[in-house]
């Protein structure tokens, strides 16, 4: 059992910069994958990146074409948080935010067991 809860969305200009956090509670949080997804209104939730098991070699990531560059991924095992940096941000971005935790690091929605409950990030042009 993994429980998520995310923080630091907001609105922000176009060109901003933005720093999405997600905090985990339970059991062996550096055995889970854990990924960012997000969901526009009527659009489906998409992958935004992700970051594999922890280990003493570090963890592997992945980003979607969309925010490769922009945004990076990381995490901290010690604090038990997962952390999103959102730069150069666009008005595409705008959505909200889902952390999520799975067994294997993945790309698409159903590969992940726990979620939290979203941030709204909101981008002005």
């Not at 995310?6 to 720093?19: F, I, T, Y």
């Not at 992945?62 to 095992?77: C, E, L, M, P, Q």
């Not at 959102?86 to 726990?114: H, K, W």
């Amino acid at each position: 059992q993994v429980q998520l809860e995310e923080s630091g969305g907001g609105l922000v200009q176009a060109g901003d910069s933005l720093r999405l956090s997600c905090a985990a509670s339970g059991r062996t949080f550096s055995n889970y994958a854990m990924g960012w997804f997000r969901q526009a209104p009527g659009k489906e939730r998409e992958f935004v990146a992700a970051i594999g098991w922890s280990s003493w070699t570090g963890s592997s990531t992945t980003y979607a074409d969309s925010v490769k560059g922009r945004f990076t991924i990381s995490r901290d095992n010690a604090k038990n948080t997962v952390t999103l940096q959102m730069n150069s941000l666009e008005p595409e971005d705008a959505a909200v935010y889902y952390c999520a935790a799975g067994r294997f690091m993945a790309t698409i929605v159903s590969r992940y067991e726990y979620w939290g409950q979203g941030t709204q990030v909101s981008v002005s042009s």
